[in-house]
C-alpha cells in the first residue's frame, strides 16, 4: 500500500461490528490506525480479540487504559449489577438496559479524536448501530451528528479547517468527519458485507459475560444479537457462542 | 450542610480557575464531587494541589488516570516539545499554542459527564476561560455549548429527561446541564470574585513546567497569564509562582 493512503482512527472493540467497520475502512484505502479502550469492562475477553482483529487486516492497534469501574454504573462496569440474561425480544428492545457504560462511546469518541488529531487524520470510523442494537443513546445518529459538531469546535483541526484564525492566521487543518458505515444496517446486513469483505468473525467475541476460558454465555443481549445476526445472514457463526 | 442539596460535578485541575469554580458551585448551594485527569502532563505537581484544594472545600476527589503521553502532540504531554518561554502578551493572544492537548476538555468533560450520570448530578461545572485564555479551542463558548448539546443525546439521563422513551417508558433523566461561570471574565476578576469566595490559592498551581520542587517556571504563558491576572486583581499572589 502507498505511503499517500489517508489515515483514519478506528475504534475496535474486538466485536464483530468494529471488525466489519475496519475491513470497510480499508477498502475505502483509508491506512488505518486502531484505538480500543480497556475501560475495565467485565467482558476485557474481547481486547485479546482487538489484537486478533487488527493484525488480521494489518492495522496497528493501540490499547489505552480508562478505568470506568471508579465510576460504575453498568452492568459493564460494576460486578454489583448483573448483565440480563435471557430476555425476550420485546424486553431486548425496549429500552436503555443495565449494560450501557454512561457517557462510554462519548469518551471513546473523545480519546480516538485525539489520536486523530496527533496522526493528522480527519476521519473517524466507529462501528455504532441504530437498528439491531441494544438501545444505548450513544449509538443514535443523532448522538454521532452532534458528536461531530462538538469535534470540530473541539480541537485545533477543527478550528483551523473552519478557518478561524490559528497560529499565524494559517489553515492547515480538515475537518473532521465521523464515519458510521454500519449504523442503518441490520446486523445480518453486517455480518453479510463483512464476509464479503473477507473479515474473520472466528476472532471477534461479543459475549458480555464469558467465561474465563472466553467462551460466549449464549444468553445476554448481546450473545443473542449476534445469534439472530447469523441466522438473518444464512452464515455459520464460527466461533464458540453458544 | 443538608442532604437535599443537588450535587455537582466540578472539574478541578489544580489551578486557580478550576478551585475558583468549585466555590462558586458550593457557594450556588451545590454538593461538589471533583474530578481530577492524571494525564501524565508535564505539571502533575497540579493534581497534589487538586487534593489540597478540594479538602480545602470539603469536598470528595477522584483523580482517574489516563494517559495521554500515549497520544502526545502536546508540549504538556510530550517530552519532545518543549513548553514555550517568555512569549510576549501579543505572541500568547496569536493562536493555539503548543501547549493545547488535543482534544483534552472533551475528554475531561466525557469523564465527568459519566460521573455525573452514575451520580445522579445533572450540574457540571468547569473552569474553562475565553478572555484570559492559551486561545485554547475547546475554553470556547460555542464548544462548551455544543459538548452540552451532545451530552444530552449521549447519555440515558440526557435521552430520559427529553421524553425520549426509555426503559418503561418512564422520565426520570434530568437535563445535564454545563456550568461555565467563569468564561467571560478576566483572569483579574476570577481572583477578585474567588478571594471574596475564601479560595486559598496558595494551595493552586498553574506553571506548566514547574522545578521538581513544584515551584513555578514564571515564564511559561500560563505563569505570565496568572501574574498579571493577581496586577490586574490588586492582590498579592501567595504561591512560590516568580
Known sequence: ???????????????????????????DGFRCRCVSIDYGQRHR???????AVARSMESDLTVLPLDLTRIGGSALTSDAIDVPKGRSEHEIAGGIPSTYVPARNLIMLSVALAFAEVAGAADLFVGVNAVDYSGYPDCRPEFI???????NLATRAGVEAGGVEAGGGQTQGKRIEIHTPLIELTKGEIIRLGTELGV????????YDPAEDGGACGACDSCQIRRAGFEGAGVPDPTRCA
Do not use: K, N, W
Open 145 to 151: 451528528d452532534s458528536f461531530e459538531q462538538t469535534a
Open 45 to 51: 475477553a474481547e481486547l485479546e480479540c482487538a489484537h
Open 200 to 207: 474473520d468473525y472466528a476472532l471477534t467475541s461479543s459475549c
Open 1 to 27: 500500500m502507498g505511503s499517500d493512503q489517508p489515515t483514519a482512527v478506528v475504534l475496535l472493540s474486538g466485536g464483530l461490528d468494529s471488525a466489519t467497520v475496519l475491513a470497510i475502512a480499508r477498502r
